[in-house]
């Protein structure tokens, strides 16, 4: 099994590194092309911390592991709210006044009601998947709107704070960019392969090796510049990129794996995952809006409560793996 270890090691690495090579690049383009910084953070930031999911997802479906990409994207949903905003808001409390997340956040409740219905009936077929996609595309172009029309949103405002501006050509980004994605592919594909090896060889299914290990390390784009954006103060980017992320994993995530391959879901997830998912969404939503309290906030105890759940989730996959349960 060293192979295959030494495969996942070095393909998170080289998903990390490429993934912000990727996103960099994406950013000095879109900023070449006079893209909007709201905009930016809504669909660059936002959207663009997930490609890792969206390639791994995408490859495991096509040969034939889609439970490695249903565990892949679930697991950096949960991974992304309890872990990524936990170790956030304990590092420095969040604060979000935005309009545009706050108008995300119900989209996101609801996308991910969206997910549970379809999943039922324990698959997600071709045409779910294109229900899925639908729903995303619709979701991007009203992104695109709001990222034109509101100037003056605490989040653009937060991500225009954060952007160099341009130098020199185009040329540079768009290598970066593109070496970025070809780095990404191979990286997966290492990735891929030694998850599906591992959980052979540990006689686990590979949706527990996507819900833990592959989960975690696609998340760590998202867990870097949440982290980074906290401590300089803005907030907004760190809220945002999960926000962003977890839409992105819900829909284009899952959709694009079911298009390629039908996913077959365990009743196990239906009990365990799915349940955790949405609790956690709801969570965020109720923190994220700030009912009553003039602004959505999450404070270190809230923080401290979402590792904890992570931690108690984390512990609860492992030992139902063990039982040979999933």
């Given at each position: 099994?060293?192979?295959?270890?030494?495969?996942?090691?070095?393909?998170?690495?080289?998903?990390?590194?490429?993934?912000?090579?990727?996103?960099?690049?994406?950013?000095?383009?879109?900023?070449?092309?006079?893209?909007?910084?709201?905009?930016?953070?809504?669909?660059?930031?936002?959207?663009?911390?997930?490609?890792?999911?969206?390639?791994?997802?995408?490859?495991?479906?096509?040969?034939?592991?889609?439970?490695l990409?249903?565990?892949?994207?679930?697991?950096?949903?949960?991974?992304?709210?309890?872990?990524?905003?936990?170790?956030?808001?304990?590092?420095?409390?969040?604060?979000?006044?935005?309009?545009?997340?706050?108008?995300?956040?119900?989209?996101?409740?609801?996308?991910?009601?969206?997910?549970?219905?379809?999943?039922?009936?324990?698959?997600?077929?071709?045409y779910?998947?294109l229900?899925?996609?639908?729903?995303?595309?619709?979701?991007?172009?009203?992104?695109?709107r709001?990222?034109?029309?509101?100037?003056?949103?605490?989040?653009?405002?937060?991500?225009?704070?954060?952007?160099?501006?341009?130098?020199?050509?185009?040329?540079?980004?768009?290598?970066?960019?593109?070496?970025?994605?070809?780095?990404l592919?191979?990286?997966?594909?290492?990735?891929?392969?030694?998850?599906?090896?591992?959980?052979?060889?540990?006689?686990?299914?590979?949706?527990?090796?996507?819900?833990?290990?592959?989960?975690?390390?696609?998340?760590?784009?998202?867990?870097?510049?949440?982290?980074?954006?906290a401590?300089?103060?803005?907030?907004?980017?760190?809220?945002?990129?999960?926000?962003?992320?977890?839409?992105?994993?819900?829909?284009?995530?899952?959709?694009?794996?079911?298009?390629?391959?039908?996913?077959e879901?365990?009743?196990?997830?239906?009990?365990?995952?799915?349940?955790?998912?949405?609790f956690?969404?709801?969570?965020?939503?109720?923190?994220?809006?700030?009912?009553?309290?003039?602004?959505?906030?999450?404070?270190?105890?809230?923080?401290?409560?979402?590792?904890?759940?992570?931690?108690?989730?984390?512990?609860?996959?492992?030992?139902?793996?063990?039982?040979?349960?999933?």
């Open positions: 099994m060293l192979l295959p270890t030494l495969a996942v090691i070095t393909g998170l690495v080289a998903l990390v590194w490429s993934a912000g090579l990727f996103i960099d690049g994406a950013k000095s383009v879109a900023q070449r092309f006079g893209m909007p910084p709201l905009l930016i953070g809504m669909l660059v930031i936002g959207f663009g911390t997930s490609a890792p999911e969206m390639v791994v997802s995408g490859l495991s479906a096509a040969q034939g592991n889609p439970g990409a249903l565990g892949n994207a679930f697991g950096s949903n949960i991974t992304n709210i309890a872990l990524i905003l936990g170790i956030t808001a304990v590092i420095r409390p969040l604060g979000v006044h935005s309009g545009v997340l706050k108008k995300e956040l119900p989209i996101l409740a609801i996308a991910t009601g969206l997910v549970v219905l379809l999943m039922l009936d324990r698959v997600i077929g071709f779910d998947a229900a899925l996609l639908a729903v995303f595309i619709g979701l991007t172009i009203w992104s695109v709001e990222g034109g029309k509101q100037k003056r949103d605490s989040f653009g405002l937060s991500v225009d704070h954060t952007l160099c501006k341009p130098e020199g050509t185009i040329t540079q980004p768009l290598i970066r960019l593109l070496i970025g994605l070809l780095f592919v191979l990286s997966s594909q290492a990735l891929v392969w030694g998850a599906v090896e591992i959980a052979g060889a540990l006689g686990v299914s590979d949706v527990v090796i996507g819900l833990t290990v592959v989960a975690i390390g696609t998340s760590l784009p998202e867990l870097a510049s949440s982290v980074i954006a401590r300089k103060g803005d907030h907004e980017i760190a809220f945002g990129n999960v926000i962003g992320s977890n839409l992105f994993n819900t829909l284009a995530v899952t959709g694009i794996a079911g298009s390629i391959h039908a996913i879901v365990d009743s196990v997830v239906l009990l365990r995952d799915l349940p955790v998912m949405g956690l969404t709801l969570v965020l939503f109720v923190l994220g809006y700030g009912f009553g309290s003039g602004g959505g906030r999450i404070n270190r105890f809230e923080g401290a409560f979402l590792l904890t759940c992570f931690v108690g989730y984390t512990g609860w996959l492992v030992s139902t793996a063990m039982a040979g349960q999933v």
